[in-house]
Structure formats: C-alpha cells, structure tokens
C-alpha cells in the first residue's frame, strides 16, 4: 500500500527562502499579524491530518466508490469519508482562508494551497468534497447579495454546508452558450430552475448538512449564446429566514457516472425539476460571475495533479531503494546483495528526477500564484492589486495545463519504475495515473487553457501582461547574469526569454487573417511559456539555494543537503527537460496547414 509523508521541507524552502511570503504578505492589512511560527504550525498540523486521516481512505474509496439510493436520491460515501470530514470540519480547516467577517481565519491563500496540496497527496477524491466550497465561497464572497452572503459564506466558511458548480449538460460542454436549462421569475424575487446537469463534483453526498449548488441558467428573455447566460445559487436545502435548513428542494442526484479515476467522489448527474434559486450578479452575466470559482477551479485541479505528483515519487524513490534488479552499469553496487537496487540504473533515477522536478516546479509555481491571489485580494494600493491580478490571470491556465499534463507524465513515470508491479492494485500506483487523467480534461480542457493563454491573455491584449512577466525575468537575469555559478541556469533561461518573445511575435502576425492559427499551434504554445516559468522559477531556487550553501560554508556550518538535491533536480530541469521546447517551437512555427490542410473525408 501506498504511503504519505508531507512534503514540509521543501514547502518552508519556497514559501520563507523562495517567496518571502510573511515579509510579502505583512505590509497587507490583512495578513499584519501573519509570522514564520504560524505558517510552519499550521503546515505542520495540515501535514498530520492528511497523512494520518485521509491518505488511508484513499485505496478504500477507490475500491468502494459512493452508492446511489434511486429511491430518496441520496448517495453514500466510501467508508470513513463523512468521519474523516466530521474531523476536518471540527479542526477549523475550511475556515483557514476565509474572511473573518463570515467565520473564517483570514490566513494566506498560499498556505490554503499547501493545505490542499498535502490533502490532494492524501486522497484526490476526498478532497474534491471540501475543495470545490471554497470555490463556491469566493464567488457569493464577490457576487452576492447581502442576503446570499449573510446566508450562505457563514455555513460554507464554517464547512457544515458543501457547495458545487452546475455548468455541463448533456448536449454541451465546454461551449456554455448551447446550454438548456431555464430559470423563470417569481413574485416573491426568486426562480424556477428546470434543466439537466451533469459531470457535478460532489453534487450528492452524505458529509454536510446543505449542498449549495451554482447553477448556469437562461432567464426566458436571454439572447443566444454566452451572453444570454445567468448564475443563480440553489440549495439542496431551501434555508429559513433564520438560516436553518427548510424544505427539501427540487434538485437531485438521478446517476452517478462510472469513471475511470476519483471514485471516491460522487460525479452526479442532477436534474432540477422547478428548484428555487435566487440570482447571483446581474441577469446575463452568470459566466463574468461564476469564473471567479472556475479560476480558483482552475488552480485548484492543477494542485491536484502537484498532491499527486509528489505521492507517485515518494513512493517509486522508495520502491527503488528495494527492488533488487541487475547490476549498475559500471559494477555492483551492493557486492553483498544477489543485485543492485534499481536506483543505480541511469534510466530509473531519469523517471524519478522528471516527477520530482515536476513536483518542485510546480510547486513553486503553485504558491508563486497563490501570493499572487493574496495581492490582488488584500494589497491597499490599487496599481498593485491590478498588476497582481493580471499576472494570476496569465499564470492560470499554465497552472491549470502544465502541472496536469506534467502529473500525468510523472505518474506514469512512476507506475513505470515499478515495472509490473505498478500495474496492478496492490501497489495503488495504477491509481495515482487513473486519477490524474481526469484532471487534463475537466474545469476546461488543457486545450481550452491553451486557447486561453494565447487567444485572450497574449494575444488579446497586444502581450501586455506577458511582457510584464518577461520584465521580471530579465531584471532577474541582469541582476544575476554575471555569476559564474548561476550561467547553468541563467544561460538557457535567457536563451528562452528570447525564444518566447519571438514566437510570440510570429504567432500574432500570421494569425492575422488565418483563424486556425492559434488553435493550431496554442498547445505547443503553452507547453514553451510553462517551461519558460519553470526556468524562471528553478533559478531563481538555484540561486537561493547556493547563496545558503555559501553563508553555511562561511559560518562553519554543516552543509544541509537539501541545497545539494535542490541544485542536483534543478540542474536536471534544466538539461533533460527544458530542452523538449526546442521541439515544441519547431511543431508550432509549422502552423495549421498539417493540420488543417487533409480534407475531412480522408479521416
């Protein structure tokens, strides 16, 4: 069976010597009284109750999966999940980022990040549950009314009630503008909500109180299209004027879908046969509402495929420790032993160094954007909160495609140093690759993310916000460009900054009049912009990390080896993987025309 041990070390190295989040974040009303002993206490506390509470439901829930009551509609978790989440709630955890104002505990998004990362390690699927209300709080905390907030953000803060988002249907997916389900007005200001729904994360279960369901819907006078969409909250419960729980309302669960990964959360189809609903925002303008939780959504499912990332290695490193196969290539290694551990052979430690860098990347780019979000929610200037934003905005769908697509590229790693071992259930690492492979396709697919950061975040706005990351890699490279020990990482990072500016450049100018352009080449695209971030980001961790080896060595001190494996796995980025965007600019300077130019009839 698989095991867990947090990952605290390295998060202390990029929340204090990476980010300097405290120093960052104190100047912010906000965060005044945040300090070094409350981040590590509260890591320290999150990294128990994953470990210990959670990680082992994980196999249980994949095996049980949740069960459906077609009588009453109710459905049933896989054992220990409505106990493990009863502790969850009674320890304060759904509170950790919420404000102060509804219930919560006001600390940094970034350590909520942590928080999920390590709960995401433990059980995917578990975490789903809790995952997707914080979502749902931040958007009632933007959109809604006093009353939906005063109803609402206190139980959602609290975790007694669960909140969902209701987009897909049937006949409709990604494009929202073909959506069915219509809301009609009231008398008393509330609405009618009949319609289907389906692939609803958690919209069914047997662990709070009250779900509290965002539904996308059209009012009977809607235009066509995405412009014609409304958002609306609907409870599972109707609550009283006291905000107790009322009426049972008109939406249910009628299927659960059979899924190859998380079957320890329930993916629900939900009918609402005239459930009442009150609007959030303004009528048509449901999508501007609901993407404030489709972007923390968005974070949020590319911290999933980090949790699972840093479990696969842990567990492979320590498989290949163990198993005894051949000798190392130049003698053995364990002349004692009837073999050496696989650990010795050059193409073992290259599937274990790719998930671990992609673990270390993206867990820095993780809580980078995670302080990014406190900036734009908390800082007093307004030309700040601004430039944070825009830059979240930028790194999202890079968050969202790039550590997704490198989890499912690690987990496989993973299963494959297990040789046939990890293909069977005993082990549980054929587990970790089923559940990452849904996280490439939901809360957008890694296509509509690419479309995304090219079509509307670079494109869309003449690279304004790319270049102002582009001005931070190159103060970056200035200030550091001329030490000796840096030019490994330093060298390849300037070589990229001006390889991305240039294919940048040809992609807005051949795009002009050619539409398939950037569909064509926007995967590519955002593979390169993803490495050119995890370059950025690996060294300026080089370069922490030799600046602590010196003030060691110049102090007398030990020299801690994490510095060491911290240069070792950068070094590795930047020599076995960065070079994959060499290939990549190559495929996307080749454009749409192989795509394109096949006629239809010859597939």
Request: net charge negative.
């Amino acid at each position: 069976m698989p095991t867990y041990t947090p990952p605290l070390r390295d998060m202390h190295f990029v929340l204090h010597e990476l980010l300097g989040v405290v120093e960052r974040l104190r100047p912010l009303p906000a965060h005044a009284e945040l300090d070094v002993d409350t981040v590590n206490a509260v890591l320290e506390e999150a990294g128990r109750f994953a470990a210990d509470v959670v990680q082992p439901l994980n196999a249980v829930g994949d095996a049980q999966g949740c069960t459906l009551n077609r009588a009453d509609h109710s459905v049933t978790t896989p054992a220990g999940f409505a106990a493990a989440y009863a502790q969850y709630v009674a320890g304060g955890w759904p509170a950790l980022a919420a404000d102060p104002a509804h219930g919560g505990q006001g600390l940094p998004h970034t350590l909520n990040l942590c928080l999920y990362e390590m709960l995401n390690s433990a059980s995917q699927a578990w975490a789903m549950y809790p995952g997707l209300s914080h979502g749902a709080y931040e958007c009632l905390h933007a959109h809604g009314t006093p009353d939906q907030q005063a109803t609402y953000l206190p139980p959602l803060a609290q975790g007694t009630w669960t909140g969902t988002m209701c987009l897909t249907e049937p006949h409709c997916g990604t494009d929202l503008g073909l959506l069915r389900t219509r809301a009609e007005p009231q008398a008393d200001g509330t609405y009618r909500l009949t319609g289907e729904k389906i692939f609803i994360s958690a919209g069914e279960h047997d662990l709070a109180d009250n779900i509290v369901h965002l539904v996308l819907a059209r009012l009977p006078d809607a235009p066509a299209g995405t412009k014609g969409i409304s958002l609306f909250v609907v409870p599972k419960w109707c609550p009283t004027a006291e905000g107790k729980l009322g009426v049972r309302n008109a939406i249910r669960c009628t299927a659960l879908e059979h899924k190859m990964g998380i079957h320890g959360n329930a993916t629900c189809q939900m009918v609402l046969d005239g459930a009442v609903g009150t609007l959030v925002g303004e009528p048509h303008r449901g999508l501007a509402a609901m993407f404030v939780m489709m972007n923390g959504a968005r974070l949020f499912v590319g911290n999933q495929s980090l949790g699972l990332t840093e479990v696969a290695y842990q567990n492979a490193v320590a498989y290949a420790r163990e198993r005894q196969q051949m000798r190392a290539p130049g003698g053995a290694q364990c002349p004692q032993q009837p073999a050496d551990p696989i650990l010795v052979h050059p193409d073992v430690r290259k599937m274990l160094l790719t998930a671990r860098a992609y673990a270390e990347g993206g867990r820095a780019l993780m809580l980078y954007a995670g302080l990014r979000q406190d900036v734009s929610l908390s800082h007093p200037d307004a030309e700040e909160r601004q430039a944070a934003l825009d830059e979240l905005a930028l790194l999202t769908p890079i968050v969202k495609a790039f550590l997704t697509d490198n989890g499912w590229l690690a987990t496989s790693q993973c299963v494959q140093v297990f040789g046939g071992h990890g293909y069977i259930r005993e082990w549980g690492m054929e587990q970790f690759l089923r559940d990452a492979r849904i996280n490439m396709i939901y809360e957008g697919t890694n296509t509509i993310q690419s479309l995304d950061l090219l079509g509307r975040k670079v494109l869309g706005d003449g690279g304004r916000k790319l270049q102002s990351l582009g001005r931070q890699i190159s103060a970056f490279i200035d200030t550091h460009g001329v030490r000796e020990d840096l030019q490994d990482f330093i060298t390849p990072l300037a070589q990229l900054t001006r390889q991305v500016t240039q294919l940048t450049t040809e992609i807005g100018l051949k795009s002009v009049g050619q539409p398939a352009w950037v569909g064509a080449v926007a995967v590519d695209y955002l593979r390169v912009v993803g490495h050119l971030v995890f370059a950025y980001l690996f060294a300026r961790m080089a370069q922490v990390a030799l600046d602590a080896q010196r003030t060691q060595a110049e102090r007398g001190q030990p020299a801690d080896p994490f510095y060491a494996a911290k240069l070792h796995t950068a070094r590795f980025y930047v020599t076995k993987l960065l070079p994959e965007t060499a290939g990549l600019i190559r495929s996307a300077h080749s454009g749409a025309a192989p795509l394109m130019a096949m006629d239809a009839a010859l597939f």
